[in-house]
Structure formats: structure tokens, C-alpha cells
């Protein structure tokens, strides 16, 4: 067979505006090729189980694999089941969570284990429709959950898998859009082995954007993150920190904490206190604990 270089798969593939059987067999080939050869060991691949799964997934939206590793394995010896997370206080999960960012990320992660423990007795739920109606939950984590805990063989795409496509069928191309991607991916996706296949593109991706200027730049949704430091992000991480350090801290009392101006440090509270983060008692703030109806 043919070398599948990038120029070869995206001119065949633009030229016919289809792939052949034979070359996606060649393309599956290199990338559990790279996938055996290159083992990427991870705590979370070692289990089907849904909930562990969902909150590797939650974790790893724009945070580093290796502070993941850490603590996923700390999360889920506090909350080893759906069930304790969801009788968790919200304090207590925030607490665990400080070090990875974007706090209500948590907030979501728990109100999606209390939505499983109350209206599905437990028990995940398996179809991607349902998935994506639980709280904070994308098109893109519903299918990833579905994929690696029931072997569902749906097309799903972020970041690593965009770049292998890109790289490999949009050679010299700018503004790649997802829209011309997906059907790629439906199109090679390993039915028999749709868990394998994701995680074996996802290394795939990662090595190219060791290799390469990141392909994935390339694509029309690209957009750079913006730094931590400094930044607004990072003072609400710093509230949330002092927030959680007492029973109730009022904005002027924050601000003066933080040394930040008290105008920016209000903004924020009456932000966290809509988003469902911090409740509002009398002058100060604190974590917002929902009161069990038995």
C-alpha cells in the first residue's frame, strides 16, 4: 500500500470526496500502530465504570493530564461512588477540587450525581440523549461517556481527535470547520472497538502536536486560552479559596483579603451566588449547602 502521507489521504480524499475501504484500513493501522507502540498508562482507561469515567472526563476539559492523574485518584477515594457525591456537602467537593480550576465544573459534576441518585435510582444512564440532558454535560463528554463505559460507536471530537483529521485530510488547510471533519470520523470510527479507537486517535493527536506546529490550530473553532495569571479566573479561584476557609466573609472583607478592587470582588460574588456556588446570608457569602428534604 501506499505510503499514507498527509499530502496522499487528503488528496485522495478531496478528489473523491469519499474513502475506500482499503485506505481506512491503512489509517486505523498507523494509529493503533502508534497506540501499542506508545502506551499512555491512565487510571481512568483502566474502568468502564460510567461515574469514574464522567469525572476523568469532567476534570480533563482544559486542565493537565498529569494534575489530573493526581487528583482523580484523590477525588474518588472521598467519593468512590455516585451515591456519596451526590450526599456530599458542596464544601467538601469544592475542597477537593481546589488545584484543578474552573470550580463549577464541580458544582456540575455534583448535580449530575444527584440527578443519577434521584431520578435513576443509582444507576447511570446509558443512552447518549440522556446523557447530554444531565447538568454541565456536552455533546462531547455524553458521547465520550458512552463510548468508554457501554462501547457506543458514535462520532465524538475535541481537541487531539480534530488534530489527527486536520493533520492527515486537510493538508495545507486553514479554517477546517468540525462540520467537514465529523463525517471522517464517522467513517473510520472501529465499531467493535469504539473505546479503544478514541483513546488510540486521542495519543495519535498528541503526538502529532509534539512533531508539528499544532495542526489543530488550524481549525475554524481555535481559540487561544488566555492566561491564568492575572486574570479574572484566577481571582475567583482566590474568593472561592477564602470563601471556603469560613462559615461567611462579606465582599469588603474579601476584597481586602485579596487586595483587589471591591467593585470586581461584588461582581464576582453576585456571579458564583447565580451559578449556584455561594449563597448570600445577611452581609456575607458562603458556599451554597442545599437543605435535604427527607
Not at 4 to 11: D, I, N, R
Request: with cysteine; hydrophobic share 40%.
Amino acid at each position: 500500500m501506499k505510503v499514507l502521507t498527509p499530502e496522499y489521504l487528503s488528496a485522495v480524499f478531496h478528489q473523491s470526496g469519499t474513502l475506500s475501504p482499503e485506505l481506512i484500513t491503512g489509517f486505523r493501522s498507523a494509529v493503533y500502530a502508534h497506540y501499542r507502540n506508545n502506551p499512555r498508562p491512565m487510571p481512568w482507561r483502566e474502568t468502564d465504570d460510567p461515574y469514574h469515567i464522567l469525572v476523568s472526563e469532567i476534570m480533563l476539559q482544559q486542565t493537565q493530564v498529569e494534575r489530573v492523574k493526581i487528583k482523580y485518584v484523590e477525588f474518588l477515594s472521598v467519593f468512590p461512588t455516585v451515591g456519596a457525591l451526590a450526599a456530599a456537602p458542596l464544601s467538601d467537593v469544592l475542597l477537593i477540587w481546589q488545584g484543578l480550576g474552573y470550580n463549577r465544573r464541580a458544582l456540575y459534576l455534583k448535580r449530575c450525581a444527584e440527578e443519577i441518585d434521584n431520578f435513576y435510582a443509582g444507576q447511570f444512564p446509558r443512552s447518549i440523549s440522556e446523557l447530554q440532558s444531565l447538568p454541565g454535560i456536552g455533546p462531547y463528554t455524553a458521547r465520550a461517556v458512552a463510548a468508554f463505559a457501554f462501547g457506543v460507536a458514535e462520532p465524538l471530537i475535541e481537541t487531539n481527535i480534530r488534530t489527527v483529521f486536520i493533520h492527515c485530510f486537510f493538508h495545507g488547510r486553514e479554517k477546517v470547520g468540525d462540520s467537514e471533519i465529523m463525517p471522517l470520523i464517522t467513517a473510520t470510527i472501529d465499531r467493535d472497538n469504539p473505546r479503544g479507537w478514541y483513546y488510540a486517535l486521542m495519543d495519535y493527536g498528541v503526538m502529532l502536536k509534539q512533531l508539528y506546529p499544532n495542526p489543530g490550530r488550524r481549525s475554524r473553532h481555535h481559540t487561544q486560552q488566555s492566561r491564568f495569571e492575572g486574570s479574572n479566573r484566577q481571582l475567583r479561584s482566590r474568593m472561592l479559596r477564602e470563601v471556603l476557609k469560613r462559615s461567611q466573609i462579606s465582599a469588603k472583607e474579601l476584597a481586602v483579603t485579596l487586595a483587589a478592587e471591591r467593585k470586581t470582588v461584588q461582581d464576582n460574588l453576585e456571579s458564583m451566588q447565580r451559578e449556584g456556588l455561594l449563597i448570600k446570608q445577611g452581609r456575607g457569602y458562603s458556599v451554597f449547602e442545599e437543605i435535604k428534604r427527607g
